[in-house]
């Protein structure tokens, strides 16, 4: 429901000051004044003075006196109720995502490369959700809390870059503080419908928290991981830098999963494991991750109040410059002859 | 009907004493024969006769010229009476004078001694008075107790409202009412706009005579003038100050103001200018009594 107010109210007793000056006008402003038929085509422009103008100053005192009370509208919003998801994003930064055993458009690329548009279409796909990212490698940090600005958190994700976090894997830190962020975004509400994607390319390697035990936390608020894999065992190409860190070539390097752990992971947590080896896979993982279940979130109500003083002081304004204008003469009353 | 008595103060009545005067002399100036002062050309065809110098074009007869192969003419005689009906537009534009009369106390004057002349010389005499919104309306008649009122009581009549002009249209319907060749005498101020469509139809049926009234105002404004002024025709307040563009917007507006009245009132004998200033008895038994002359010399 719409209000109208004024924040400043007592401003309009400001407008008072026109009827005041109109009874000045009458009492103090009688000026002679001789009846002459046709005179106003005998003075020469811009020495009329028209009682219009002398209105306009009333009127511009009235206004500005509104406009200094600072008239608003509340707009009441209602508490919207929306179907979708609360998730985080937990990606990988780690320095094993530089691994360019993917493949786009017959260009090779790297882990980081491929995974970005994807969740960024994965991002865009969902606008009824609230998702947040979370980053992590030696550590984990927030990127994004969960949020409903899409826009933004697309921004932040092509920011994200490998070398932001020093090196590492804590996939249970990551987790962690994906369940914390969803725990401050619900609101101490239960987690139906909010889950983790974890996208990793290796095995837990740093962080305070064990995977198995960030798993359990996640089982005990029931909020599932889904956890994908990127990537793939064995040797892989992995670019070479020098001491300034310029790449200088690429050398086979040996890469290794942690399967078992990231199905376990998805069981303990009741979501899926996905092995994505290549783009499509990824994108598949993705997909049906989308197939999950939406749950009702709601955003709180507030109250926004939209100022019209500009409404008023721009008329006010241009009617007090025209009133006294060069030309305009002091109003008097006239006397009938 | 008995109209209003008022009580005509000594300039009027001196006023009244010497326009009865001019109209006795102008009367004993004729030929004997009674014939209405008010009417410049009459309109009862006489006879023919021929085209001589200094006869007026617009009498000539082509049929009876065509037929004899020299210039002929139709002669008029004037009426023995003639209906006559005095309009006033009592407009606010007539509320000024820069001496101690205004244009207003000029022309009702005027109507007041046409009236009483119209009553002298038993006429059918009536009265249209366009104030404001509102008409006053005499009706022509000979009863002279009753014109003498009428004219008691324009004489007394109170100014309409400043902001109200005299609407000039509602009257052009009452004059075509009546009888055809009446004499119209129009007192009003100089016309500011175009001529209506009405006035050609109305100076066709009748014999129209425009009077206005002239300030010296209206010729040129005057030295070192600095003034504020309430003009009632525009409805504005504004300053009056003496300068080379005052002048200037003066003398367009009066050229414009020319302009109009000629093309109101093309003929010269139909048009007649008085001065606020002085009385209008002697200016209007002047008028009337040279029109009346130069109708029997015509004719």
Known sequence: ?337 | MTGPRATLDPGARESLRRMRLQLRRARAAGTGQHQSIFRGRGVEFDEIARHGFGDDIRDVDWNVTARRGELHRKVFRADREARVIVVLADDPALRFGSGVRSRRDALLEAAALLLMAGAVQREQTGLIHIRGDGVEHVPPSRARGRILAAAASLSAAPAGPLDTPARLDTVFPLLMTQPLGSTVFWLADSPSEAPPRALGALRRRHHVTAVRVLDPWDEALPQALDAMAYDPVAGRLVRLQDGPEARAAHERWRERRERLWREWWPEVSDRMNLNVQSGAAAALADFLHLRSRAAKRAA
Do not use: C
């Open chain 1, 1 to 337: 429901m719409d209000a109208f107010r004024f924040a400043e109210p007592l401003f309009i007793l400001l407008a008072l000051a026109a009827p005041a000056a109109a009874l000045l006008r009458v009492w103090k402003g009688r000026a002679e004044a001789v009846v002459v038929p046709h005179a106003a085509r005998w003075a020469p422009r811009g020495l009329r003075a028209p009682q219009s103008r002398t209105w306009a100053l009333y009127a511009a005192i009235i206004l500005l006196s509104l406009a200094a009370a600072r008239p608003q509208v509340l707009e009441i919003r209602r508490e919207a109720v929306a179907r979708g998801y609360d998730l985080m994003l937990a990606i990988d930064l780690s320095t094993s995502m530089l691994a360019e055993d993917y493949e786009r458009d017959g260009a090779v690329i790297n882990r980081l490369e491929a995974v970005r548009p994807v969740i960024q279409a994965f991002i865009t796909g969902r606008p009824g959700d609230r998702i947040g990212v979370v980053v992590f490698a030696g550590r984990a940090f927030t990127l994004a809390p969960p949020t409903t600005d899409h826009r933004w958190l697309e921004r932040r994700v092509g920011d994200i870059s490998i070398g932001m976090v020093e090196d590492g894997t804590a996939i249970g830190d990551a987790m962690g503080l994906s369940l914390a962020n969803l725990e401050r975004a619900r609101g101490g509400e239960d987690s139906t419908g909010a889950f983790i994607v974890l996208l990793t390319d290796g095995a837990n390697t740093s962080g305070a928290l064990s995977p198995a035990g960030a798993a359990a936390l996640a089982a005990h608020r029931s909020v599932p991981v889904f956890a994908v894999a990127a990537g793939g065992t064995g040797m892989a190409p992995f670019p070479v830098f020098d001491e300034q860190g310029r790449r200088v070539g690429t050398r086979p390097r040996p890469f290794s999963i942690d399967p078992e752990a990231l199905n376990a992971i998805a069981e303990t947590t009741g979501g899926r494991f996905f092995m994505a080896d290549d783009q499509a896979a990824l994108q598949e993982a993705f997909t049906e991750i989308d197939a999950s279940q939406a749950a009702e979130y709601t955003v709180r109500a507030r109250l926004a109040a939209t100022s019209l003083h500009a409404w008023l002081a721009v008329p006010a304004f241009a009617l007090l410059l025209w009133s006294i204008a060069p030309g305009a003469l002091p109003s008097r009353r006239k006397r009938a002859a």
